[in-house]
């Protein structure tokens, strides 16, 4: 496993944006964005393979947030524009260290993970 910590969260108005950023403690195979809302499950939102494949995303923050990285610095962001309130949940950065895939979008298939950051959107 490696460590990541996460940072960048806030308070922001609807509309506005953050970015995220995520720091591991050493390299990866793939790095991702999950997010838990009050009273929901932990959902997919972002990640990015470093060996190949393009970033992908979920349906509900595409065209509005963007994972990018430098794998060689262990280091992944999230951009996150037009924020809306239900954007609002703790953001949790994760990392694979192997796959047999460039695209999962299972939580199950990260095996680190951040402590997490807020993410409050008011409306």
């Known amino acids: 496993q490696v460590q990541l910590a996460e940072s960048g969260g806030g308070l922001v108005q609807a509309g506005g944006s953050l970015r995220l950023s995520c720091a591991a403690s050493?390299?990866?195979?793939?790095m991702g964005w999950f997010r838990r809302a009050p009273g929901k499950d932990r959902e997919f939102v972002a990640a990015i393979t470093w060996s190949g494949g393009s970033p992908y995303y979920a349906d509900s923050v595409k065209g509005r947030f963007t994972i990018s990285g430098d794998n060689a610095k262990n280091t992944m962001y999230l951009q996150m524009n037009s924020l809306k309130p239900e954007d609002t949940a703790v953001y949790f950065c994760?990392?694979?260290?192997?796959?047999?895939?460039?695209?999962?979008?299972?939580?199950?298939?990260?095996?680190?993970w951040g402590q997490g950051t807020q993410v409050t959107v008011s409306s």
């Open positions: 050493g390299r990866t195979f793939s």
């Open positions: 994760a990392a694979r260290l192997s796959g047999r895939y460039y695209y999962t979008k299972s939580p199950v298939d990260f095996g680190s």
